[in-house]
């Protein structure tokens, strides 16, 4: 499964070409083959981000009340199992995690196709605003629903510290045509068991592949 590197420097051609990257002339990008060469590749993947999504991600459903109108909506994160991490890991490594029970959740995927876009916009009000931020929407009342209630407080849909609360959340499964690259850090709450999330929240697979 490619990924693609969208930041790379004319004069940087031959030096990436000898690592062994490929050109496709139809996107006018280079990309990586082969997921156990990434390492190799370290400084162009960090000027997109610092965390390679392999193979699928997780669109995560919960359910939260909102602030503004009190009503109760879906609210939506990501989630990622296969990942390559180069964020804080010294120069010459990554951090591999690929099948290891757990389900890291994201805030956001990063950039997002016009496809893509539009389907989360469609089923969750899940839409940039006007710093181009993806942000949650109330689905009553249209009132945005800020991350840091959503992801960081104890007593969001999802700080996972118990069965129930998994079961609670429905995991939605998105093939990738291809590795990404995201900035999004994932989140570690204190209270929260990710192994929990896999194990007992309800799951769909969307049997769709998505061009991100």
Known sequence: MPLYLDKVNSDEWDEIK?????WDDSRKKWFVRAQENYWRFRKWILRQGKIVICDHFYIIEGKSKCYKCRNSSIVIGFGIENFFEFGD??????????????????????????AFSFYLKQEYNYFQNQNNTYLNHCANCGAVRGNYYLFEEEDSP????DEKTAEKLTLKRVKLQ?????????HHSFIS???YIKNYSKFIDLNKYFNL
């Open 89 to 114: 890991v010294p120069e010459d490594k990554m951090r591999i995690c690929f099948e290891t029970g757990t389900i890291q959740i994201i805030e956001s995927i990063g950039h997002l196709s016009l």
């Open 158 to 161: 999802f700080c996972v510290d």
């Open 178 to 186: 291809n590795d990404i690259i995201t900035n999004s850090d994932y």
């Open 18 to 22: 000898a690592f062994g990257a490929i």
């Open 193 to 195: 068991y990710d192994y």
